[in-house]
């Protein structure tokens, strides 16, 4: 059964995605302004991964006989110290989307909606993945202290990232 309660928390959600998809364009542009376009780059299409995740819920809620309401989201920041402190932000907010979807899991269990329980486990996934990616980059900058020829060649590996579209159900 899908509940009002589930749509309207699977449509918060779609606020935090879009939330992320828009702080992520914000952090790319950053990169655009200091010359870093390979970082640029990967943001870019971290944001692009961002919006594609908003569109899993979208036709999610949509395949369920629900509406989407897209809600208000907010501002992005547009300025950061340097690039350490932009991935140690990004590293943060996924950690908070991770919890947001864990908590959407426990209310699909908690109503016994096991095919949105289902639904969410890619996301479960997927969130792995990106916090793994996050840790990665950022672990990288801290080894070369987020400056230096170092910056260069990571600058150079970051170009190289491309969109892979996610399935959806359309
Ligand atoms: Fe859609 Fe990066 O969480």
């Known amino acids: 059964m899908f509940t009002k309660k589930m749509e309207a928390d699977l449509n918060d959600q779609i606020v935090r995605e879009m939330f992320s998809s828009n702080l992520y364009l914000s952090m790319s542009s950053y990169f655009e302004s200091i010359n870093l376009r390979g970082f640029a780059n990967w943001m870019r299409i971290q944001a692009e991964e961002e919006f594609a995740h908003t569109m899993k819920f979208y036709e999610y809620i949509l395949e369920r006989g629900g509406r ?100 959806t159900t359309k």
């Open 68 to 167: 989407s309401i897209i809600g208000q989201i907010n501002a992005p920041k547009n300025q950061w110290d340097d690039v350490l402190d932009v991935y140690g932000e990004v590293l943060a907010h996924e950690r908070e989307v991770t919890e947001s979807i864990n908590n959407l899991v426990r209310i699909a269990r908690e109503e016994g909606d096991y095919a949105t329980e289902n639904f969410l486990q890619w996301f479960v996934a997927e969130q792995v993945e990106e916090e793994a990616n996050v840790s990665d980059v950022l672990e990288q900058l801290k080894m070369i202290d987020g400056k230096g020829a170092g910056l260069f060649i990571l600058d150079r590996e970051l170009k190289q990232r491309v969109f892979v579209p996610i399935a």
